[in-house]
């Protein structure tokens, strides 16, 4: 049986456009979240080699300020999984997720990362409140991410809170403070933020300059969730050096923008 495609309603991406976020609910069927899970605690917890993968250990753990139980309790980032492991690398090129991600940024497509966020239990620390766009070497800054979570994301274990319509603000001034890149203080109110806590599978699709903060996971509850971020072939490499070559999603390549 063929179910019709998800995508976003015009009120739904009008939202989108005017908010800078937009929630879709039941965007990743439950048997597909649990697959990724199960996929996921192989490279964490044994049974496939995480020797390949590009991970990042929680900065307290690495520094010996915090013990965990096993190794796999410690991680907060894994980038690259789309392109190394086949059922990820379905979910990066899903109709549904890519489907929505085209109405947003139009037809011809790229990945630009992809990241699994994990929040362990009492361990994973907060991602102050930034903007994506600073950190990424890519103009226009108008990419879209797709975040969904694997566990309930709540206000406890970590869910997003972005500051609504504060895309249209256009890129805020960051500054360096210890084991993170946020935005200045004084450019916002934390008042101002909403919480977005989701169901496994939902999907949030976010706009690379919406200020968005994660709280610290306190709960005895995982928090893992996955950010495919994506942008126009149209786009530009704005970085040092020899821009790499990004996932072809769809679509076609122009000539002087991302390859
Ligand atoms: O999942 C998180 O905790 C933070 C995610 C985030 O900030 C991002 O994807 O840019």
Known sequence: MSTAPIRLSEGQLA???????AVVENLIPPEQVCALG??????????????????QVEPRVQRGELQVAAWGDGIRKIDGL????????????????????????????KMFRNSLLLKPPKVGSQKGMHQDSPYWPIQPMALCSCWFPFDEATPENGCMGVLPS???????????VPDDFVIAEDQYSFAEMRLVPMKAGSGLFFHSLLPHYTAPNNSGQWRRAIALSYMSSHSRFAGEGEAPEYYHIQGRTFPGCVR
Not at 166 to 176: E, F, I, M, V
């Open 15 to 21: 939202s989108y456009h005017r908010e800078g976020f």
């Open 166 to 176: 504060g895309h249209l603000r256009g890129p805020l001034p960051h500054q360096r």
């Open 82 to 109: 789309v392109e190394g492991d086949e059922l990820f690398n379905r979910l990066g090129l899903d109709d549904n997720i890519v489907g929505i991600i085209a109405q947003i940024l139009g037809p011809d497509l």
């Open 38 to 55: 199960e996929r996921l605690r192989e490279y964490t917890h044994g049974g496939r080699s995480a020797d390949k993968l590009k991970i």
